[in-house]
């Protein structure tokens, strides 16, 4: 039962984290980022935010600077929309390689795949 809760709680952290993200913030340094998942403690007392940037290493780079200058922002923000939790987790910002690996994978898969005549 535990588990299901988790899930609706990061599920929920996703959502909301993209909206204050794309809307409330106003850093030039966070660009065009994207919240693909977010990973809660049992405890619900940290979340690991996994982001993807449109753009190249330094552009990322400078997103997470940013995103992680605005966690204490954030956080409260989501405290006030998210008030039906008792507490609000603390926010390390990741990048998501695992979007790069799958379009990795696509990339590969195209290749091998026999030439329709």
Do not use: C, W
């Not at 693909?36 to 979340?47: E, F, G, I, Y």
């Not at 940037?53 to 200058?69: F, I, T, Y």
């Not at 695992?98 to 898969?109: A, Q, S, T, Y």
Request: proline content about 3%.
């Amino acid at each position: 039962m535990q588990g299901r809760r988790i899930d609706r709680i990061e599920e929920q952290l996703r959502i909301e984290l993209s909206e204050i993200i794309e809307r409330e913030i106003q850093d030039p340094r966070i660009g065009l980022t994207t919240v693909t998942r977010a990973k809660v403690s049992p405890d619900l007392s940290h979340a690991r935010i996994f982001v993807t940037v449109l753009g190249d290493a330094a552009q990322r780079k400078k997103a997470l600077e940013g995103l992680r200058s605005a966690a204490s922002y954030i956080r409260r923000t989501l405290s006030k929309r998210l008030h039906h939790l008792r507490r609000i987790p603390e926010l390390t910002f990741d990048y998501d390689e695992n979007v790069e690996k799958d379009i990795r994978i696509e990339e590969l898969l195209e290749q091998i795949k026999p030439k329709e005549e």
